[in-house]
């Protein structure tokens, strides 16, 4: 999940702290330990201990939606972290491999974990994967350093390069086929780099002082980090502003953007998620029925639900804590079909499986 300490957004996005709060449900999704990333079919991303001896029995990824539950499995090895998902509900990450001394960047799709492999090194991590299927991610490279790479279907992996030094990272993909990193210079100072059609571009001079940017929006929004004020800071005519800026209170930062919604956490210790749209920025704490507290908010959609991880008491005075989904009241009609596609994917797995049986038969 990507803190941060001051966000900022290169895009318009014209907030107030005036309107009134809105209400939400929320859905206990389990007592996960880590929520992950969230997509607009409601379907959700989160991690679990794979056994009660944890670390020893490992770490599991899971899809959680519509009264179902699917683990990703494994490339062999003990555990296996999830990090984004789209809204075909594949999702990308990295899983130990058989006997756990190295890791590879997986695609889920169609109830299939495929290992991605490497540009020639020991591991692979896949970070984002967009609405056409195209993955962004790091991958060690033969003789020490790593590489961006983005991955197709078609194509395979393929390393981007560098801004003239050893390595360089990829911090996410956009719906276009942008990819939004870091690499080193020919001097070995790392540089926020924009990646498109086959040009590594160094922004860092664009962003000016020590701005480090983290991920896309929904339509090519770039938000990312700064200890400066934004005020302060030049970005060639484009509109910077405070994303989330209430009164007596820390800056806030950006971890997921969609369509009107923005979701983070405040600065400071026990720091409360937040959300933010067109209409005010709240705490994610005020919005539910009952005491909780939301220690972070890790991913939002374009109608509006939240995932999160929190704890306390409900409107009865029932305890409770883990990985929660909220959903605005009234809910949108289209909530009628979240989560389908998981029983799509669900179907495709008992499918495979009866093929299996009858190829074995």
Do not use: C
């Amino acid at each position: 999940m990507k803190r941060l300490v001051l966000s900022l957004a290169l895009a318009a996005f014209p907030l107030s702290v005036l309107a009134d709060i809105p209400r939400y449900n929320y859905q206990l999704l389990g007592s996960f330990y880590a929520a992950g990333d969230l997509n607009n079919n409601g379907v959700a991303l989160v991690q679990a201990n794979a056994g009660a001896n944890e670390p020893d029995d490992g770490r599991v990824a899971l899809m959680v939606g519509a009264g179902q539950t699917i683990n990703l499995g494994s490339l062999g090895g003990r555990y296996a972290y999830a990090r984004e998902l789209n809204d075909s509900n594949m999702a990308v990450g990295q899983s130990a491999l058989a006997g756990n001394a190295s890791a590879h960047a997986f695609v889920y799709a169609n109830g299939a974990m495929r290992d991605l492999g490497t540009l020639g090194g020991t591991n692979s991590d896949a970070v984002g994967i967009n609405s056409s299927g195209m993955v962004a991610g790091t991958s060690d490279i033969a003789g020490g350093g790593t590489r961006a790479f983005f991955y197709t279907e078609d194509g395979g992996m393929r390393d981007i390069g560098t801004l003239g030094g050893a390595s360089s990272e990829a911090y996410d993909v956009s719906e276009t086929g942008e990819i939004l990193g870091r690499a080193q210079t020919a001097s070995g100072a790392w540089h926020t780099f924009l990646y498109k059609d086959g040009v590594m571009t160094d922004i860092q001079s664009t962003l000016g002082h020590d701005e480090i940017v983290y991920g896309f929006g929904p339509n090519g929004e770039i938000f990312g980090r700064s200890t400066y004020e934004l005020d302060d800071i030049p970005y060639h005519g484009a509109v910077l502003q405070r994303a989330h800026w209430p009164s007596d209170n820390y800056p806030g930062g950006i971890d997921d953007m969609a369509n009107g919604y923005m979701i983070g956490t405040y600065g400071g210790v026990r720091a409360p998620a937040i959300l933010a749209t067109h209409d005010g920025t709240y705490d994610v704490d005020d919005l539910v029925p009952g005491d909780w507290w939301y220690f972070y908010a890790s991913g939002v959609n374009d109608h509006g639900q939240i995932l999160a991880y929190g704890g306390g008491t409900d409107e009865y005075g029932n305890g409770a804590g883990g990985v929660m989904l909220l959903s605005p009241v009234p809910e949108p009609a289209a909530y009628g079909m979240l989560g389908l596609g998981l029983g799509i994917v669900a179907l495709a797995r008992r499918r495979k499986a009866a093929a299996a049986i009858s190829r074995s038969a």
